[in-house]
């Protein structure tokens, strides 16, 4: 017999079916016993009576099992609604441990998984499995089809950079550096320098590319180690850019809500609002904020994480928008490769997307005169020497450019409304941790 899959049983209702994967929550009652049963496309509910019900009692979470039964239509008053396979369940015919697992460590047998983040984590490789924790990484998996989709509807050319790179891509002191056999290098903050230099290459150019931040605290919504979702653009201008980044975000969005829908139901995910981004400059959003808040941050050179939670407010009920793009940030806060407004050079062609409260995109039109780069670099006190590879891409003919990068765990977190970037993350990195908590390392070689 061919093996089948748990989702496509409603179709197979009075067929014998084979069924392959681990058992999740068990459940007896002497002479009758039910165990839920996951494969890779969802999990349905195993009923065995009499002898094989005592077989199902001894299952443990997580042996993994190969079953043949009866595909039964369930009666009216036993339909589970929140489950795809809610309507049918499988009689149990023969039952084969094929790996049996060592006793669990916590219990991952409930609907829900109760655990702190940190044993969440400690725990990665096992608590990854259970179904609240997996569709986190189905939804952020939707998001990044939706991405490729949206890239290369656009003639983007998807490329692999490096992420070991001879100087910093974003500035700042964020930055992790590598003894490199006994050189300096440094982890790429970004795919930035590297997506650039392919403008010339290819005109419109996508990467989904890892990005490393030395971030100096421990924050609900920054990673060490995160995934960056980047377009760049060639012959474009601010306007175009403007219009491609809320073309993709939209896309992206539409896609999860397309191939996901049952997740964001059953989480209770309200419905996405995806009218049309409203554009506001950073200072008019600051004066908004100023207007229904009382707060005045109007001097200030970016917004609080309170400014942006009430900003998209303010778009949702203006605007019927989850989504709301600033433009105009100082120049002197963004990074050096950023176009000044030639208008009024202290504030730049700079943009951010805030998606329910929280920054989920940047990007800018670029600096793509090579003198104007050059000097640039200078004037921010950086060495143009460390650039040079960059440099030789504007040197010989580089067009008007610009893109944006969305960050992958960031965007997955407000989706899902969780409460910590961490979650969204498979083996998330930070100050405290790389897989293992560095305090338990230290504990183990004492
Ligand atoms: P930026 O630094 O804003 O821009 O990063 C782009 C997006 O990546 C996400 N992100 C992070 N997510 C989790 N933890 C972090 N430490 C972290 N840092 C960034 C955010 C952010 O919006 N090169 C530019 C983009 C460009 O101009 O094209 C850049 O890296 O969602």
């Given at each position: 017999m061919n093996r089948s899959l748990s989702l496509d049983l409603t179709k197979k209702i009075g067929e014998e079916v084979l069924l392959k994967?681990?058992?999740e929550r068990v459940r007896s009652h002497g002479k009758i016993a039910f165990f839920d049963l996951r494969d890779m496309s969802e999990t349905v509910?195993?009923?065995a009576f009499d002898d094989l019900a005592l077989k199902v009692a001894g299952l443990g979470v997580q042996d993994v099992v190969e079953v043949e039964g009866l595909v039964k239509a369930r009666e009216e008053r036993y339909i589970n609604k929140e489950v795809p396979t809610g309507s049918i369940e499988v009689e149990l015919k023969s039952l084969k441990v094929i790996v049996k697992s060592q006793e669990m460590p916590f219990d991952m047998g409930g609907k829900d998984l109760d655990l702190q983040l940190p044993t969440l984590l400690d725990y990665r490789a096992l608590t990854l499995r259970h179904s609240k924790v997996r569709e986190i990484f189905l939804i952020q998996s939707a998001l990044?089809?939706?991405f490729r989709k949206a890239a290369e509807s656009l003639s983007c050319v998807e490329l692999s950079v490096p992420t070991i790179a001879a100087s910093a891509t974003e500035g700042g002191a964020e930055v992790f550096d590598i003894n490199y056999y006994g050189h300096r290098a440094y982890l790429t903050q970004s795919p930035q320098l590297y997506k650039q230099m392919m403008i010339p290459v290819f005109e419109r150019v996508f990467t989904i590319s890892h990005a490393y931040r030395a971030e100096p605290s421990v924050t609900t919504r920054h990673l060490s180690e995160s995934t960056q979702m980047d377009c760049e653009f060639g012959f474009v201008d601010f306007q175009m850019l403007l219009d491609l980044l809320e073309e993709v975000v939209i896309k992206m969005l539409k896609e999860v809500?397309?191939?996901?829908?049952?997740i964001l139901k059953a989480r209770g995910v309200e419905k996405l609002l995806l009218g049309k981004t409203p554009r506001l400059t950073l200072?008019?959003?600051?004066?908004?904020?100023y207007k229904e808040t009382g707060r005045d941050n109007r001097k200030e050179k970016d917004l609080t994480p309170q400014d942006e939670i009430d900003i998209c407010e303010w778009a949702k009920k203006n605007h019927n928008s989850d989504l709301v793009t600033i433009t105009h940030f100082p120049t002197a806060k963004r990074?050096?490769?950023?176009m000044p407004d030639p208008n009024d050079p202290e504030y730049s062609l700079s943009y951010d997307v805030l998606f329910r409260g929280v920054e989920i995109s940047s990007g800018s039109q670029r600096i793509s005169d090579y003198n104007e780069l050059?000097?640039?670099?200078?004037n921010r006190g950086m060495n143009p020497k460390n650039f040079e590879l960059y440099l030789q891409a504007f040197k010989y003919g580089m067009p008007p450019e610009g893109g944006f990068s969305f960050g992958l765990e960031r965007m997955t977190m407000h989706i899902l409304n969780l409460a910590n970037v961490r979650e969204a993350s498979l083996f998330p990195r930070d100050m405290e941790r790389v897989d293992e908590r560095f305090s338990q390392i230290e504990e183990k070689e004492v």
């Open positions: 994967g681990w058992v509910q195993i009923a990044l089809s939706g809500e397309a191939t996901c829908g049952d200072r008019e959003s600051q004066k908004i904020i990074a050096f490769y950023t050059v000097q640039t670099i200078k």
